[in-house]
T-cell receptor, first 115, second 110 residues
Framework: EAGVAQSPRYKIIEKRQSVAFWCNPI?????LYWYQQILGQGPKLLIQ????????DSQLPKDRFSAERLKGVDSTLKIQPAKLEDSAVYLC?????????????FGPGTRLTVL | QKEVEQNSGPLSVPEGAIASLNCTYS??????FFWYRQYSGKSPELIMF????GDKEDGRFTAQLNKASQYVSLLIRDSQPSDSATYLC??????????FGQGTILTVHP
């Protein structure tokens, strides 16, 4: 079974530029998550999708971050414009149903450096 | 108070010893508790989950949960150098939102 795929793996941009990340979850998984992991910290949930609807985006900085999951499969996360403090690893995860007992499977992440 | 707290370490144990990793959480409504391992530069991978009070064993790993004390721990028996990693405690509420602790760095030295 193929795991969660993400691209690109690395990205370096200048502040105020825009950037987009792509995620393809495990086949059949209804729930998709985007996390931000700053060096030395645990992952922080940015947004959770159930199929193509948003379940939780309370920690998404909506003035600069946006995410979509068209057709309930692939998802993109965009940052526009980027700030220095956005430098982090962006992790995508998926789970079968999204319930409290579901296991989340993580992709390899995209390491973003904002200069 | 942080929602999920872990001692950031580093925790250093000799090879063959028992490593004990601890985690406390603030939300009494938390339902599920997960331990993830994260090697440097890699993404988190699930080690164990536990839902009920008590102990749960899987090979060299034992998870312990005490909901009254809002405390969950992970014991690693016969620690190996390959166990050296950051261990993340994560807690879910009702709809699967995972809240992570900051992680504990474990070093197992030969």
């Amino acid at each position: 079974e193929a795991g969660v795929a993400q691209s690109p793996r690395y990205k370096i941009i200048e502040k105020r530029q825009s950037v987009a990340f792509w995620c393809n979850p495990i086949s059949g998984h209804a729930t998709l998550y985007w996390y931000q992991q700053i060096l030395g910290q645990g992952p922080k949930l940015l947004i959770q999708f159930q199929n193509n609807g948003v379940v939780d985006d309370s920690q998404l900085p909506k003035d600069r971050f946006s995410a979509e999951r068209l057709k309930g499969v692939d998802s993109t996360l965009k940052i526009q414009p980027a700030k220095l403090e956005d430098s982090a690893v962006y992790l995508c995860a998926s789970s079968p149903m999204g319930g409290a007992t579901d296991t989340q499977y993580f992709g390899p992440g995209t390491r973003l450096t904002v200069l | 108070q942080k929602e999920v707290e872990q001692n950031s370490g580093p925790l250093s144990v000799p090879e063959g010893a028992i490593a004990s990793l601890n985690c406390t959480y603030s939300d009494r409504g938390s339902q599920s508790f997960f331990w993830y391992r994260q090697y440097s530069g890699k993404s988190p991978e699930l080690i164990m989950f536990i839902y009920s009070n008590g102990d749960k064993e899987d090979g060299r790993f034992t998870a312990q949960l005490n909901k009254a004390s809002q405390y969950v721990s992970l014991l690693i028996r016969d620690s190996q150098p390959s166990d050296s990693a950051t261990y993340l405690c994560a807690v879910t509420a009702s709809y699967g939102k995972l809240t992570f602790g900051q992680g504990t760095i474990l070093t197992v030295h030969p």
